[in-house]
């Protein structure tokens, strides 16, 4: 059974009014009447703890995010994880105090885990690309959990300045309960590819806060993998500085039984004529499997000449295993190039099965291909090899391991 929704829509038009397209919301939650009106601060007060009622919270398992809410307001740990950097000579490294002024300079923290993140960290990792350099190789982050430690913050900052072209890699791995800041800020006429992998160990808990402004003429994709752990919360925010940025936002997730991973997007159109493409794939298997997809788009009034589009599509591989997904599209203004979303949840697609099979293939090796089509496309678009065939070998790995259950069922 497949579900979908989409929803484009095209200017230019002479209509101001606001148009909203969004999922439904769950008896009982809290709803928001503009994503524009949610709640963004440094202060942990302004968050109380969630109750699971809130719109932001209502598909995720509070006990296992309950350690990184800092109920207390005492904080978090500052040393639960070991930050390795591997970077190009043009790239410079620094481990500064949380007093730096460099820091907390793109939005604010949107949620209860964000503020805890954003209090307790004590150290933070700034990698820097200085105006005009292209990096030789891809800057390598490796933020790895120290086994043993409870609840911990880290905070991360990215800044290619004006003109320079880099590639970094945020990989985390090992065991960890985590609350973690990301802040990138990309200048005018800059590229970059930021890459983060969540591939943490089983029984891991993450959550994880993406904050980006995109500079005039600049280009970021950013691209999140989701793997590991036992419960993961990537939730990317992204706005704009000057008029023709371009933001490519993708996103690869498979989830096994028992794990939750969630991916809450929000791309700001604040400034005029430019463009954001949202991509997320992801796959369930086994029982009590569960992703979550939300990508929120604001259209702001002012923000005419806007393109941006965003897709979700989610494959079921077993009985057990759920995906709840929602695409929502805000605009307050008619003078845009076009904008629009869509979603899709299935199951495998018998013909296509039904036609491979015909042909002499065996029906594990045809379970295969149509997995390994359906993210090919998505793997593509990376354009950083290393993570390319990492990510294949990860897909191979899941799939050998999903083909063994069923041989044995």
Not at 215 to 234: F, N, Q, S, W, Y
Not at 253 to 280: I, K, W
Request: net charge negative.
């Amino acid at each position: 059974m497949t579900t979908q929704t989409s929803g484009p829509v095209a200017g230019p038009s002479t209509d101001h009014s606001r148009a909203v397209a969004d999922g439904a919301h769950s008896h009982g939650v809290i709803p928001q009447a503009s994503r524009a009106e949610r709640r963004t601060s440094f202060e942990l007060a302004d968050f109380p703890v969630p109750t699971g009622r809130e719109e932001e919270w209502r598909f995720s398992p509070l006990p296992q995010f309950a350690p990184l809410f800092d109920a207390t307001g005492q904080g978090l740990a500052a040393g639960g994880v070991q930050v390795t950097v591997v970077n190009p000579p043009e790239v410079t490294v620094e481990i500064v105090g949380r007093g730096d002024e460099r820091l907390g300079t793109v939005g604010r923290p949107g949620d209860r885990t964000a503020a805890a993140a954003w209090s307790s960290f004590a150290e933070a990792t700034v990698v820097t690309v200085p105006r005009g350099a292209v990096a030789s190789a891809a800057t390598s982050v490796r933020i790895e959990g120290v086994p043993g430690t409870g609840p911990t913050a880290s905070h991360l900052l990215v800044h290619a300045r004006e003109l320079s072209e880099a590639v970094v890699v945020v990989d985390h791995v090992g065991p960890a309960s985590l609350a973690e800041t990301v802040e990138v800020v990309v200048e005018d006429g800059a590229h970059l590819t930021l890459v983060s992998i969540q591939d943490w160990d089983a029984g891991s808990v993450h959550a994880a806060a993406h904050r980006l402004v995109v500079g005039r003429d600049a280009t970021v994709k950013h691209v999140v993998v989701t793997l590991g752990g036992e419960a993961v919360r990537i939730t990317p925010d992204a706005e704009f500085s000057g008029e023709g940025a371009d933001l490519t936002a993708l996103g690869l997730y498979f989830a096994d039984a028992g794990q939750h991973q969630e991916h809450r997007l929000f791309v700001d159109h604040n400034v005029p004529a430019c463009r954001s493409r949202v991509t997320y794939k992801g796959a369930l298997q086994g029982v009590g499997a569960h992703t979550v997809w939300v990508g929120d788009v604001l259209i702001q009034a002012h923000a005419e000449g806007t393109d941006t589009y965003e897709l979700n599509r989610n494959l079921v591989l077993t009985d057990g295993a759920r995906a709840d997904s929602v695409p929502n599209l805000e605009i307050e203004t008619g003078e845009i190039e076009g904008a629009g979303h869509a979603s899709a949840t299935g199951r495998f697609d018998d013909e296509q099965l039904f036609y491979l099979m015909a042909r002499g293939i065996p029906e594990t090796e045809a379970r295969r291909l149509v997995v390994r089509g359906f993210f090919a496309e998505l793997i593509g678009q990376i354009g950083v090899p290393e993570v390319e065939e990492r990510l294949i070998a990860a897909i191979e790995a899941e799939l050998e391991a999903s083909m063994t259950t069923l041989a044995g069922a």
